[in-house]
């Protein structure tokens, strides 16, 4: 059973500091990792993608690679309100071409 | 560019009727998957169409079919409806030129089975 693991959350953060999301993945054969923010009553929505070791930087947004540790995470650097929201992170299957195994997300809410 | 489109955005059915969603990929892109999402399993993958086949397929009953057409727009189907298929069901396209290509949702259709 391939598995992706999120942080339970919620998880709050005063407004201004930086939200740390945690991922861990199990199906070593995964190659694509990607973070979608989810606000309540919408669909999700793509705000980050990575796929080799290290960081990937986007705007207030990075995410970190460790695919020896099976490792994904997401900073929200100087979260904002409007960050409050659901965070997943996907992770490609290995074996099934176009399948997203997603985690099941952290709730962030950002205090004033 | 207009994004994934999915009608209708709400339904209401009863137990052992039979409902069909539909989804218009992102222009360009061949690939459609398609998710269901609770709030106790969160987002499961059901299938994904590409050149009007079924590529993968999620471990859901047979209750649960697809299909794409020539233009790459594509419906669901779930026959015999249950309670438990109360969902969001979302639809997702990809151009499909790469493995580790980005997914893109459209805003889903809510069903709710009374």
């Known amino acids: 059973q391939k598995e992706v693991e999120q942080n339970s959350g919620p998880l709050s953060v005063p407004e201004g500091a930086i939200a740390s999301l945690n991922c861990t993945y199990s199906?070593?054969?995964?190659?694509?990792f990607f973070w979608y923010r989810q606000y309540s009553g919408k669909s999700p929505e793509l705000i980050m993608s990575?796929?080799?070791?290290g960081d990937k930087e986007d705007g207030r947004f990075t995410a970190q690679l460790n695919k020896a540790s099976q490792y994904v995470s997401l900073l929200i650097r100087d979260s904002q309100p409007s960050d409050s929201a659901t965070y997943l992170c996907?992770?490609?299957?290995?074996?099934?071409?176009?399948?997203?195994?997603f985690g099941a997300g952290t709730q962030v809410v950002v205090t004033p | 560019k207009a994004g994934v489109t999915q009608t209708p955005r709400y339904l209401i059915k009863t137990r052992g009727q039979q409902v069909t969603l539909s989804c218009s990929p992102i222009?360009?892109?061949?690939?459609v998957s398609w998710y269901q999402q609770t709030p106790g399993q969160g987002l499961q993958f059901l299938f994904e169409?590409?050149?009007?086949?079924?590529?993968n397929k999620g471990n859901f009953p047979g209750r649960f079919s697809g299909r794409q057409f020539s233009n790459s727009r594509s419906e669901m189907n779930v026959s015999t409806l249950e309670l438990g298929d109360s969902a969001l069901y979302l639809c997702?396209?990809?151009?499909?030129?790469?493995?580790?290509?980005?997914?893109?949702f459209g805003s889903g259709t809510q069903l709710s089975v009374l």
């Open positions: 997702a396209s990809r151009t499909d030129r790469a493995t580790n290509e980005k997914l893109f």
């Open positions: 199906d070593r054969g995964s190659q694509s």
């Open positions: 990575i796929y080799s070791n």
């Open positions: 996907a992770v490609n299957d290995g074996d099934s071409w176009g399948k997203l195994q």
């Open positions: 222009s360009g892109h061949r690939s």
């Open positions: 169409y590409f050149s009007e086949t079924q590529r």
